[in-house]
């Protein structure tokens, strides 16, 4: 029954038009997600590639694999590629693109053109990244802190620079886009409380997205033209203050992180109940969560300065507002964790990654509130620590949250089952090399080991031996899924419309969805999460 | 039936089908207009954060700075942004009354008097260059600390006010170029007779922008041009 | 439509206030206040602001709560990012 000769029949937004330019000129929210999806996936191995290269030199403590300044590109392009082009785009552009209007009953975002041109403006810019990675990159650092930045680093400041405000401006786009949608599209009966929290999620994000990222733009524009101008803005011997940009720069780029992981507790929302098979506890307190999070996530950001020359009594308060914005955080780990309280729970896939997100956050989380507190954060800022700390919320956190979803809604995207047991173990292989790579970053950090370091004492090795050996598993485990996706688009089962008897409006539709969506505007009159009424999937169990 | 007002709407050629009528679309960009407006106001923000600091830091050297800014042309550059804020409103009501001929005659003016606020800058900056204003390795300063003539001023910190002065006129003149190119885009469809009572979402949603554009002006005229005019 | 036209009379008497207003800024430059200086010409800029925002925006007259929402929203954070980099700022020297 399940043949490639039925699904080749089912019209869907995958055949509907067929041809590059239906592709590169579509204006469909599904079809840009897929665009993006390619994207992402492709600047992510990027970035994994630097990454790569960073672990192979720390596998011994001198410098034997690159050269310093080299090994400064390294992690500067490492985290570049990352985050601007991985990490804050990846779930909005992907599953925000694809998800939302199917979430709210619309047939598209408020403005699938300012869609298509996100996209290209995140392509111009990624080639723009590109070019400058491959004409000699830059070695400031991500946080490109003047006034090296300005007067001292003789890399392509300039260009990437330029090329993430480009990619600034796709993000704030796709913000815009989404917050009117939700607004104004959703369908007759969707009120606010019964909107899915994967959509209070995005809209969170959107707003930090909106807020946040013209700060950092309009900061990169005076980095460049202090660079290209002599002026003295941030360079302290022409009168200017270099903590001046810092401020500007962490005003968007904390909120940001906040960018990173709202869409993936959104994901993990929605994965919990499904496979717990009962409503999200404290539906409300979740969706303000999300808003607690994106206002109080501006509150915050000096507490990357406090060891920068700050003033004490700014750095107390900070402290203060840091501890203030876990709450929220806490509150969503509260809620998932009471949801599955008696009940009924299936290890599928996607729910591993769930509980991968859930642990792994929790620690990244608590870390955090470790470096808020001062007299702690001097002795561990600018160590491995903190790398330690950042990579468990967006790896163990992000990217776990990111690939659990695509695992939830790989049959609504593509009308495929992906091989369920292949999905477990890849899932697994990606705990244990994640935990292998970073545990032993905090051990480090903590003693010491500073980070953006291309060489290292030698009782350190032990540990950045372990370190490595977990980055090359990790990769395994993130190969993995691209290699059954691709697989399962050919010889995967044909999904049916709802393969995990999950709640929300997406899986009323088919599988893949026709270009507009729903046969008809569907008028919602039951609550979200209604999981007393919707029946356990028979086909789909634990082994598939 | 075929007359009433929603089979008319269905058929208006401006609206765009993943909407469900007219109204949701209007309602639609005019809330995005807003929220792209909402993050020009962090972006212009940013420079308004350095523009703070720095004059908290060094303000007599802003006061020396902007006391050899020509008050005048400032003045009248605030009342031409804000008749040509007028203009625009006045377009927009001509659209929403159907006059066409009005529309065409006020987006005119607007452009005018967008064309002449840039001439004014290009003035304006022009005399800066011949004084050796602008940063950069030919920056002097001869000014004096206004009220303190036998105070050196500080050529690095004088160097700052010009620094922001430049970039924040600049970001802003960037925007009225902008503006000018849109604005010759409605001009020429308004001609054409595409805005009506019933759609001229375009319209107001660029006048929004417009206004907001003047806005920044009314505030970076006082911050650049009037620290200590006293005599 | 549920449009509001607002009538040339109150867009005209809007912008002859504004004229008037910023030729008030002008002249009061001029005038030795001490600190207040500064103050009042923000104080007149703002209001400025209020009424190109309020009439020749139609914030006024728009029925949405929601584009209220919004421009206070920014302006909210945008006074915090100035605000919370002053206390750095102002308490560096303590």
């Known amino acids: 029954m399940a043949t490639a000769a039925i699904t080749a029949e089912r019209e869907s937004y995958l055949n509907q038009e067929y041809g590059i ?9 599904k079809r840009i ?42 992690f500067t392009m490492h985290g570049q590629v990352m985050i601007f082009f991985f990490l804050i785009p990846s779930i909005p552009a992907v599953l925000g693109n694809f998800l939302v209007p199917l979430m709210i009953g619309a047939r598209d975002l408020a403005f699938p053109r300012i869609n298509l041109l996100s996209w290209y403006l995140y392509i111009i810019a990624g080639i723009l990244m590109l070019h400058c990675m491959l004409t000699g990159g830059v070695d400031t650092g991500w946080t490109f802190y003047t006034p090296f930045s300005t007067a001292f680093s003789n890399t392509k400041v300039i260009e990437a620079g330029l090329a993430i405000f480009i990619s600034g401006f796709s993000s704030i786009l796709t913000g815009l886009n989404f917050v009117v949608t939700i607004h104004r599209m959703r369908a007759p009966g969707m009120t606010w409380d019964r909107l899915p929290l994967f959509i209070w999620a995005h809209y969170a994000t959107s707003i930090i997205q909106l807020l946040g990222t013209p700060v950092v733009a309009v900061t990169l524009v005076l980095v460049v033209l202090e660079r290209a101008f002599h002026l003295g803005i941030f360079d302290p011997t022409r009168g200017g203050d270099p903590l001046l940009f810092q401020h500007l720069f962490w005003f968007y780029s904390h909120p940001a992180v906040y960018i990173m992981i709202l869409p993936s507790m959104g994901i993990v929302t929605e994965i919990v109940p499904c496979f717990t098979r009962k409503r999200i506890f404290g539906y409300k307190f979740v969706a303000m969560s999300s808003i607690g999070i994106a206002v109080l996530g501006f509150l915050v950001w000096a507490h990357h300065m406090f060891v920068a020359g700050i003033s004490l009594y700014a750095a107390l308060i900070f402290s203060m507002l840091s501890y203030l914005v876990a709450v929220p955080s806490a509150i969503k780990v509260f809620n998932w964790t009471a949801t599955m309280y008696k009940g009924s729970i299936t290890f599928a896939t996607p729910m591993l990654y769930a509980f991968g997100f859930i642990g792994l956050f929790l620690m990244g989380g608590l870390t955090g509130l470790f470096l808020s507190a001062l007299g702690i954060d001097v002795h561990v800022t600018d160590t491995y620590f903190v790398v330690a700390h950042f990579h468990y919320i967006m790896v163990g956190g992000a990217v776990m949250g990111y690939l659990g979803g695509m695992h939830f809604w790989w049959p609504k995207i593509s009308g495929r089952m992906y091989p369920e047991a292949l999905g477990k173990l890849a899932a697994i292989i990606v705990f244990l090399g994640f935990n292998l790579t970073f545990f032993p970053q905090f051990i480090l950090g903590y003693l010491g080991m500073p980070r953006r370091y291309w060489q290292y004492p030698p009782e350190f090795q032990v540990l950045n031996v372990l370190s490595t050996a977990g980055a090359t598993i990790l990769a395994v485990g993130y190969l993995l899924p ?17 393969p995990w008897g999950a709640s929300g409006l997406e899986w009323k539709t088919t599988s893949p969805p026709p270009t507009f969506n729903f046969e008809r505007t569907p008028v919602v009159d039951w609550e979200a999460y209604d999981y007393e009424h919707i029946p356990a999937p028979q086909e789909v169990r634990v082994g598939g | ?190 001609w054409k007779g595409r805005y009506t009572p019933d759609y001229h979402t375009p319209l107001e949603n660029s006048g929004l922008y417009w206004h907001f554009v003047d806005i920044i002006w009314i505030y970076l005229f006082p911050l650049l041009y009037l620290i200590d005019r006293k005599k | 439509m549920s449009e509001y036209i607002v009538s040339v009379k109150t867009n005209v008497a809007v912008w002859l206030t504004l004229l008037v207003l910023t030729g008030v ?30 009439i020749f925006m139609h914030v006024k007259y728009a029925s949405e709560r929601l584009v209220k929402v919004v421009v206070i929203s920014a302006l909210f954070f945008l006074l915090l990012l100035l605000g919370l980099s002053l206390a750095d700022y102002t308490t560096r020297l303590l």
């Open chain 1, 21 to 29: 330019k239906s592709w590169l000129l579509t204006t469909d929210h």
């Open chain 1, 33 to 74: 997600a897929l665009l993006y999806l390619l994207s992402i996936t492709f600047f992510f191995f990027i970035g994994g590639f630097f990454a790569l290269l960073i672990r192979l030199e720390l596998l011994t403590p001198v410098g034997d694999l690159v050269q310093a300044d080299t090994y400064n590109k390294l």
């Open chain 1, 482 to 498: 691209m290699v059954y996706f691709l697989w399962s688009m050919r010889y995967g089962k044909v999904a049916p419309a709802n």
């Open chain 2, 1 to 190: 039936m075929a007359d009433s007002p929603m089979a008319v709407e269905q058929h208006n050629p401006a609206l765009q089908h993943h909407f469900a009528d007219m109204e949701q679309q209007r309602q639609a960009s005019s809330l995005g207009m807003w929220l792209f407006l909402a993050t020009e106001i962090m972006f212009f923000g940013g420079m308004f954060c350095a523009y703070l600091i720095y004059r908290y830091w060094y303000y007599p050297e802003f006061a020396a700075g902007s006391n050899s800014l020509d008050i005048t042309l400032g003045t009248v550059n605030t009342a031409v942004l804000i008749c040509s804020s007028l203009t625009v409103v006045l377009a927009v009501h001509a659209a929403q009354l159907g006059k066409r001929q009005a529309q065409v005659i006020y987006l005119a003016l607007t452009l005018v008097l967008g064309l002449a606020f840039l001439g004014v800058k290009g003035i304006e900056w022009t005399s800066k260059f011949k004084e050796h204003h602008i940063p950069g390795p030919s920056f002097h300063f001869e000014g004096a600390v206004p009220g303190h003539p036998d105070e050196p001023v500080d050529q690095r910190h004088a160097q700052i006010f010009f620094s922001l002065y430049f970039a924040m006129t600049g970001m802003h003149a960037l925007h009225m170029v902008i503006g000018v190119g849109v604005f010759s885009y409605l001009l020429y469809y308004a």
């Open chain 3, 25 to 54: 800024t002008a002249g009061i430059a001029f005038i030795d206040l001490g600190p207040f200086n500064t103050i009042v010409a923000l104080v007149i800029a703002t209001f400025k602001a209020l009424l190109v925002t309020l």
